[in-house]
């Protein structure tokens, strides 16, 4: 048994793509949601389902799962988030390894998009998405700064966003889940009057598959794109840990 467990699961594509995948490999195994309330509930989810031998991890849980684990693979370790658990076996005993394969579905998905005259890039959230985007552009030499409703020092807060920093920063990468379905109106808060051709507006979220932050992007006319195409690199990537 595979499965994923986030707070709200409504929005996931992971049970059909998994499913379908394990139907068209002729691998007898099932996928599973597992909406938790809080991350609390992790041990008990595995006392439950005995059976289990991975996992996806999705919003709220990418950070909070790692203190539940044994060990990670070195990337895990070095973006401080998870989405991806395989479990194993150490002396006969249940053994939890994180991985994360988000930086690699960002980074195959963003580079078609990249062009060498942009250095500079806005990380709109600090949650475990945010993690994996800033290393996979730290990785490519960018210089990153994150948003947030509540800044820490080294943040910017959605109010100190002006002109000049839209003009700066052409790549603005949303990680929040803004806009994300059943909330499809909403949109990070930022000056979109700044923004022009030049800027590349990506939205992690991939339902719905035109997000409100990438709609008023591309009125300034942004080159903009979801996370689609991110989603199906990280779950093959996945699929690859736990079944290769």
Not at 14 to 43: R, V
């Amino acid at each position: 048994m595979y499965g994923i467990i986030g707070k709200k699961l409504g929005h996931s594509f992971s049970a059909n793509f998994f499913n379908k995948k394990f139907k068209d490999e002729g691998i007898n195994n099932s996928y599973e949601l597992f909406p938790l309330p809080t991350i609390n509930e992790f041990p008990s989810l595995l006392e439950q389902n005995p059976d289990l031998e991975g996992l996806n991890v999705t919003i709220p849980y990418k950070q909070e799962v790692i203190k539940f684990l044994d060990s990670l693979s070195e990337e895990a370790l070095e973006i401080g988030a998870v989405n991806v658990i395989k479990f194993t076996q150490n002396n006969g005993l249940p053994y939890l390894i994180g991985y994360n394969t988000d930086s690699i579905g960002f980074k195959e998905s963003l580079m078609p998009l990249l062009n060498p005259e942009i250095k500079k890039a806005l990380i709109l959230g600090t949650g475990g998405a945010s993690k994996a985007v800033a290393y996979v552009l730290k990785n490519l030499g960018f210089e990153t700064t994150f948003v947030s409703r509540s800044p820490k020092e080294g943040q910017l807060g959605y109010n100190d966003l002006n002109e000049e920093i839209i003009k700066e920063n052409r790549l603005i990468v949303n990680t929040t889940p803004l806009g994300m379905y059943p909330e499809i109106d909403s949109y990070p808060p930022i000056p979109y009057e700044y923004l022009t051709d030049k800027n590349i507006c990506y939205d992690v979220v991939y339902n719905p598959e035109e997000t409100e932050f990438m709609k008023r992007s591309k009125a300034r006319g942004a080159t903009v794109k979801n996370g689609i195409e991110m989603l199906h690199l990280q779950a093959i990537a996945a699929w690859d840990i736990w079944c290769k």
